[in-house]
């Protein structure tokens, strides 16, 4: 049973728009989620994070937001760059004292 | 400061064969461990360690071990290996096991 889900397998988006990755949840005891962005050929790279008691976070071009009635999570890259063509990993955990669990990905290709 | 290094990054073995794979980081982590990625799925942890000379099952341990002689060094065994353990390979680390970990490059496996 997937706890972290992430059903888009990829996405398309223009330069310059909006990206929207999305992540569900099913574990109601996940208090701390993070995005990965992982490039071929190299290991996945920490790229934000939330915590439960927020809804939301902001580095940059970068937004996490975090619906925990719905049990839902939403990466915001605003503009999308060439750069940011990638895989983007959705992973939780329940504690300091638990594993991380990871989503399957979604491949992110920006469009020129 | 590497961060954290893996070797070999590519191997080719044939069934039944046996192999280490080894991982090395240099920032003082107690946490480290290794995953396992496979198409259209995502991080899979095989095992990790707490700390020097401790190490613990994670989703997926069968048909491999691991060694946690030195804080920095985590290194994975296949003592037999089967065509199902072709996989990419990913070690991490982190300062603590529910937070932001740090991965290597990848180690890619193929058994025939």
């Known amino acids: 049973d997937q706890q972290v889900k992430q059903n888009s397998p990829s996405l398309s988006v223009q330069e310059g728009r909006i990206s929207i990755l999305n992540c569900d949840y099913t574990?109601?005891?996940?208090?701390?989620f993070l995005w990965y962005k992982k490039y071929p050929a190299e290991g996945p790279t920490f790229l934000i994070s939330i915590s439960s008691i927020k809804d939301k976070n902001e580095d940059g071009r970068f937004t996490v937001f975090l619906n925990k009635s719905a049990k839902h999570l939403s990466l915001h890259i605003v503009p999308s760059q060439p750069g940011d063509s990638a895989v983007y990993f959705c992973a939780a955990s329940a504690g300091s004292n638990y594993q991380l669990i990871w989503g399957a990905g979604t491949k992110l290709i920006i469009k020129p | 400061n590497a961060g954290v290094t893996q070797t070999p990054k590519f191997r080719v073995l044939k069934t039944g064969q046996s192999m280490t794979l080894l991982c090395a980081q240099d920032?003082?982590?107690?946490?480290m461990y290794w995953y396992r990625q496979d198409p259209g799925m995502g991080l899979r942890l095989i095992h990790y360690?707490?700390?020097?000379?401790?190490?613990a099952k994670g989703e997926v341990p069968d048909g491999y071990n691991v060694s946690r002689l030195k804080k920095q060094n985590f290194l994975l065994g296949l003592e037999s290996a089967a065509p199902s353990q072709t996989s990419v390979y990913f070690c991490?680390?982190?300062?603590?096991?529910?937070?932001?970990?740090?991965f290597g490059p990848g180690t890619r496996l193929t058994v025939l």
């Open positions: 574990n109601s005891m996940f208090d701390y």
């Open positions: 920032m003082n982590h107690e946490y």
């Open positions: 360690s707490v700390g020097e000379g401790t190490t």
């Open positions: 991490a680390s982190s300062y603590i096991s529910g937070g932001e970990q740090f």
